[in-house]
Nanobody, 124 residues
Framework: QVQLVESGGGLVQAGGSLRLSCAASGRAASNYVIGWFRQAPGKEREFVAGISRSGSSTYFADSVQGRFTISRDIAKNTVYLQMNRLKPEDTAVYFC?????????????????WGQGTQVTVSS
C-alpha cells in the first residue's frame, strides 16, 4: 500500500508556471504507474499526465501536451508535474494517483490509491 500527498498548488497568472509534487510513503512509488488528474467544479475528473514505473515512458492529455512535463525522483519517492504556460482553463484540483497496472492508463478507475488533491487557480 502507498500513501500519496500532493503539494505545490496555488494561484498564478495566465502564462505562469507551477510545479506540483506527489510524495509517496509506505510502499515505494516506483512500484506503481503514477498519474496526475484534475477536476474542475461541475466537471468529471480527467487525466492530465502519467509516468511509467521506471520513468522511461510518459503520456499527456492533448490539452496539456507541450506545456506540462512529468518526472519522478526515485530516490525521493516523489513524482513531479511541471506546468508551464498555464491557462485559466487549467484551474482545478489536481490529484496524483498510483496504479498497479504495467502501463499508463487514462481511466481513474484503474488507479488504486489517491492523494487528497491540491488546488491550482490560474487567473486571466
Amino acid at each position: 500500500q502507498v500513501q500519496l500527498v500532493e503539494s505545490g498548488g496555488g494561484l498564478v497568472q495566465a502564462g505562469g508556471s507551477l510545479r506540483l509534487s506527489c510524495a509517496a510513503s509506505g510502499r515505494a512509488a516506483s512500484n506503481y504507474v503514477i498519474g496526475w488528474f484534475r477536476q474542475a467544479p461541475g466537471k468529471e475528473r480527467e487525466f492530465v499526465a502519467g509516468i511509467s514505473r521506471s520513468g522511461s515512458s510518459t503520456y499527456f492529455a492533448d490539452s496539456v501536451q507541450g506545456r506540462f512535463t512529468i518526472s519522478r525522483d526515485i530516490a525521493k519517492n516523489t513524482v513531479y508535474l511541471q506546468m508551464n504556460r498555464l491557462k485559466p482553463e487549467d484551474t482545478a484540483v489536481y490529484f496524483c494517483a498510483a496504479s498497479s497496472d504495467l502501463i499508463i492508463r487514462r481511466t481513474p478507475m484503474r488507479y488504486d490509491y489517491w492523494g487528497q488533491g491540491t488546488q491550482v487557480t490560474v487567473s486571466s
